[in-house]
């Protein structure tokens, strides 16, 4: 145990915990940025081991059915956030767990677990940290999506003769219709919700992405009709940059393939085609999130380039098979 970190001349205990965890954190992957430190608040839980200290807190996010927020995870989330320093730091993360969700730590108890409630609990953490997946494991949670991270330097790359160009105005209903399919795959695979305004939604976001300064919206043309669109955002200090340290870094939203289309390299054309439009605008590096139960992102972006940066995982025991839980969330609750 550390006395500073009880009493002593260090007056804020969590900043001096969230220090060396960041260090820590560093040290695993230079490419996660540092967290804030946690508020002091009664809902802090603080465990010191042996050989480790950990803090956390949950904090609760509430969206409306109808907003769009509730596309992307469950309507109440319990955001865990977690410092974790010391010589066995997945003793201390289990610890602080155990407190956070109510022991014991099997799935059913603590937050999330309540059978059909639309809600999880969310946990954003490095995935080089290997050491701390039991702890997680343990405690009910499941890895859901990844955010993976690419350099942008080198040479342009080779793009293959499938016609790419930016997206019109009168792209609109089709990249809706397609960014829909999209959606509706992703909730198949369990991992994003079914909600009445998603068509909606997805129109008035997808509108504003043709005129907005930071974004992008790339369509792959054959024999003159799209058959595949990537909708992306160049660097604008968005919150999923802040995630990592490599800024300038662009942010990849969506990719989409019409079914018939696939396997002859659209979708690469595409890729390729965003990373040099995020060239263009200065960007050094570019994120995506991708789900880890979809069977063709992962060894696509990895073929691409792309290696895990941050998992999160999310703990949902018994919930209604329809509603997806949550995804790629950060500690403020934002997707
Ligand atoms: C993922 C997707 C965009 C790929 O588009 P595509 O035009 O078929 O991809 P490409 O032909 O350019 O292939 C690129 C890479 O994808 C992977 N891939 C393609 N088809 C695949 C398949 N049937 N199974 C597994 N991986 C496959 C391979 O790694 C391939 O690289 P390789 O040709 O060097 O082996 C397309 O399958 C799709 O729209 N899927 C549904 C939506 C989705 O999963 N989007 C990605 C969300 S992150």
Redesign the pocket.
């Known amino acids: 145990m550390n006395e500073r970190l009880l009493a002593g001349p260090v007056s804020d205990p969590t900043a001096l915990l969230t220090e060396r965890h960041n260090r820590r954190w560093a040290r695993i992957d230079s490419r996660v940025a540092p967290l804030p430190s946690l508020a002091d608040d009664t809902g802090l839980v603080i465990s010191h081991g042996k050989d480790a200290t950990a803090a956390g807190r949950i904090a609760e996010y509430r969206f409306g059915e109808n907003t769009y927020e509730a596309l992307w995870g469950p309507l109440l989330r319990h955001v865990l956030q977690v410092r974790v320093t010391g010589q066995d730091p997945a003793a201390a993360l289990d610890e602080v767990l155990a407190e956070l969700l109510g022991a014991p730590a099997t799935p059913g108890d603590g937050p999330g677990a309540e059978p059909g409630n639309d809600q999880a609990a969310v946990l954003t953490w490095p995935s080089l940290d290997t050491i701390c997946v039991a702890p997680l494991v343990r405690h009910g949670f499941a890895p859901l999506t990844s955010l993976v991270h690419r350099w942008l330097e080198g040479l342009p790359e080779a793009v293959s003769e499938a016609s790419v160009r930016f997206a019109l105005p009168s792209d609109l209903e089709w990249l809706t219709g397609q960014a829909e399919q999209?959606h509706l795959?992703e909730s198949r695979l369990g991992v994003l919700p079914r909600r009445p305004a998603l068509r909606a939604l997805l129109a008035e976001e997808l509108a504003s992405a043709l005129t907005d300064e930071h974004s992008f919206v790339l369509v792959s043309v054959a024999d003159g009709a799209p058959v595949?669109f990537l909708h992306g955002q160049f660097p604008h200090g968005a919150w999923i940059e802040r995630q990592v340290t490599t800024e300038p870094t662009g942010y990849l939203s969506r990719?989409?393939?019409v079914p018939e289309?696939?396997?002859?390299?659209?979708?690469?054309a595409l890729i390729a085609a965003a990373h040099e439009a995020l060239r263009a605008r200065g960007a050094r590096s570019v994120l995506?999130h991708?789900s880890l139960h979809?069977?063709?992102?992962a060894?696509?972006w990895a073929?691409v380039g792309y290696r895990p940066v941050l998992t999160t995982w999310t703990r949902r025991p018994g919930a209604a098979a329809e509603r997806g839980p949550g995804t790629h969330i950060g500690e403020d609750g934002k997707e």
């Open positions: 999209l795959f595949g990719l989409f393939v289309a696939r396997g002859r390299s659209v979708g690469r995506l991708h979809n069977p063709l992102a060894p696509l073929r």
